[in-house]
């Protein structure tokens, strides 16, 4: 079921990123697709104990490695979508609109 | 071995305190400069051991390979690590002379640096994906520097492709995690042994797949290259010639040691095919660009194509040949893109018809741009014809070398007509309101040695080839193309005439209206994703 539910999280992510030609709701779009696929490692991390994995605290610990590589995973992410949300920002003052197609229509006028 | 990724890491710290405090701007550029050129002196020692077959390894902290980073120094490495380090150097003194880009851009440069270091140095591959966005990061930065609308529409459009393609590479990286449960490329390597090899393991073809589509968007071929016309094309110029020479080389050599070590020998075919056709279809859209930078960013994905399908035909000899192609590339296209990159600055003017007679203005410039034509055409002695020889010894007998060939003289047909800008004469003789200085002593310099190093790589073909398999596989090479021989010299004679044809061809009326239909097509980003889930879909097909 909760498989169910990141595949569904993914695909809403990706048919954002495909389909909205808003900048800001493609960026967020991706945002969300990022996190699913960070959900599944998190997720699959999880299964493998019941108790957080803290020194001397007894039981089955989860695999910690999941954890910390998706707490760096999250950091790149963040750093990419300030990036992404200040080139929107410059796009938007530029050309005063937030249309994707719009945009690559005004940059490179590629007819003479 | 550490100190090649902690080098330019220290520069970059240099170049942030230079930003910071306005009276060590100056200082701070000279320091990252050399801190870029540390790592040649580094891997110059470590020649030696790499050479004998030694792969050495380094725990990033202490920390064992399971937990820790480990860093990984094969011939690979070395050689993707030098690659870096050449076109890095070259690429900093020429941004240093220009004098246009001040401490924050070097500490940029450096940190893409770093991330290409990592690449080629890590052991493991969530290691590889955390470099893999320093290094876009950086190139996101970078692309929008000058602050263009064109810089930032393409620095975007390049963010949502790349971070679309890392994002199929982390769930790869997943899905290799939950079924082996290990991530070092060589533990990966030893499971899926285990495991009966990937054709064995109906998962693991989907995460080879998605691995090889998230990197196949930072190498752009085809259908994954469309962010790379405009980010090459828009950036500052310095960065354009890193980007082509060696950012997408890096991504290259990632996929070429992914697709070896797991065993995804079902895939050469596709990107044979796939490598030949991009190289055939980039170099007509590049046939028909206008704008300078343009068509050298398509030639970049053009000659890629020559790269990817060679490495596709699977021999040693074949990937001896795309390796020693690539280092080729590199110098060229950094040459092409620094020259091209200093006539555009001086002349304020980017159509390819609007620019003439800077032959006369900057006269080894010029010299050093025909070098590079000459070089990408395949004309002897230039390193472009040692490579091509090795190429078509490493592709003989497969069906995909017909559109190499075509490509080989449809680049020259399209290189006679970027030639013109600089000739030393001018039909209208047209004044420039001069923009900029010409380019200075420094800068004239980099471009001269790029330009003797063309030279020097295609008159030692042989040897440069012979020393990358010794890197690549410890041994000699046995079977090598003589270089210089009458026969092989004769066969260039009928591809310079297709190609004044061909370029004869453009020029008519057809040819041009032909050449704005082709220039018009830019498929939009919603296109260009479903390309990527096809792509996807067609890597994981193809092991049945």
Request: charged share 10%; aromatic share 10%.
């Amino acid at each position: 079921m909760t498989w169910i539910l990141i595949g569904a999280i993914l695909m809403a992510g990706l048919w954002g990123v495909v389909n909205r030609p808003n900048m800001i709701k493609k960026v967020m779009a991706l945002s969300i697709a990022n996190s699913a696929v960070i959900l599944m490692f998190v997720y699959h991390g999880s299964l493998s104990g019941d108790t957080a994995p803290i020194e001397g605290n007894g039981g089955t610990m989860v695999d910690p490695l999941p954890q910390a590589l998706m707490l760096t995973a999250i950091v790149v992410g963040v750093c990419v979508m300030s990036m992404a949300l200040v080139l929107v920002y410059r796009l938007h003052r530029k050309y005063g609109t937030l249309d994707m197609r719009e945009v690559e229509g005004k940059a490179w006028k590629l007819r003479d | 071995m550490v100190w090649v990724l902690l080098s330019p890491m220290l520069g970059a710290t240099a170049a942030l305190f230079g930003s910071l405090f306005e009276r060590f701007r100056g200082t701070a550029c000279v320091i990252s400069t050399i801190s870029l050129a540390v790592p040649a002196v580094l891997l110059a020692l470590l020649t030696g051991p790499v050479m004998e077959g030694e792969v050495l390894q380094h725990s990033l902290g202490g920390w064992s390979p399971p937990w820790g980073i480990n860093l990984v120094m094969d011939g690979l490495a070395w050689v993707s690590a030098s690659l870096t380090t050449l076109i890095a150097v070259a690429v900093a003194l020429f941004a240093l002379d220009s004098g246009k880009y001040g401490a924050r851009f070097f500490f940029f440069l450096l940190m893409m640096a770093v991330g290409m270091y990592g690449v080629a140095l890590t052991g493991d591959l969530f290691t590889m994906f955390v470099c893999f966005e320093i290094i876009a990061v950086s190139v996101y930065v970078l692309v929008a520097w000058e602050g263009t609308g064109t810089g930032l529409a393409a620095s975007l459009k390049y963010l949502i492709l790349s971070t679309t393609g890392i994002m199929i590479f982390l769930f790869g990286v997943f899905l290799i995690y939950r079924d082996l449960g290990v991530l070092s490329i060589s533990g990966v390597s030893e499971a899926l042994r285990a495991a009966g090899g990937v054709r064995n393991t109906p998962v693991m073809h989907l995460a080879l797949a998605s691995l090889c589509v998230g990197i196949g968007v930072r190498t752009a071929f085809i259908p994954f290259h469309t962010w790379l016309p405009e980010a090459h094309a828009y950036a500052p110029h310095p960065i354009s010639a890193f980007l082509s020479g060696a950012m997408i080389k890096i991504s290259f050599f990632a996929m070429v040691r992914i697709v070896l070590e797991f065993g995804g020998d079902y895939l050469m075919d596709l990107l044979m095919w796939i490598g030949a056709f991009t190289a055939l279809a980039a170099v007509l859209s590049a046939l028909s660009q206008t704008d300078v930078k343009r068509l050298l960013a398509y030639h970049s994905i053009s000659q890629l194509g020559y790269i990817l399908a060679v490495f596709g035909a699977g021999s040693s000899l074949a990937l001896t040949a795309s390796f020693l192609h690539a280092l080729n590339h590199a110098l060229f296209k950094s040459l092409l893109f620094l020259t091209v990159g200093a006539a555009v600055s001086f002349t304020g003017e980017r159509n390819i018809y609007r620019i003439h007679g800077l032959g006369s203005r900057m006269p080894v410039v010029a010299a050093a741009f025909f070098v590079g034509a000459l070089s990408i055409s395949g004309i002897p002695p230039f390193n472009g014809y040692a490579s091509k020889a090795f190429i078509t010894m490493g592709m003989k007998g497969s069906g995909a070398y017909p559109l190499l060939w075509a490509t080989s003289f449809l680049t020259m047909a399209s290189f006679i007509k970027l030639g013109r800008i600089f000739l030393p004469f001018s039909r209208s003789g047209a004044e420039y309101d001069r923009k900029e200085r010409p380019p200075g002593i420094l800068e004239t310099s980099v471009v001269a040695v790029l330009a003797l190093m063309c030279l020097g790589t295609g008159v030692f073909g042989s040897q440069v080839a012979g020393f990358m398999h010794s890197m690549l596989y410890g041994t000699e090479l046995v079977t090598a193309p003589r270089l210089f021989t009458a026969g092989s010299l004769l066969k260039t004679l009928p591809m310079i005439a297709l190609g004044i044809l061909a370029w004869r061809m453009v020029l008519t009326g057809p040819g041009r209206s032909l050449s704005g239909r082709v220039r018009a097509l830019a498929p939009q980003l919603r296109t260009v994703l479903i390309f990527f889930f096809a792509g996807l879909l067609a890597f994981a097909a193809v092991a049945y």
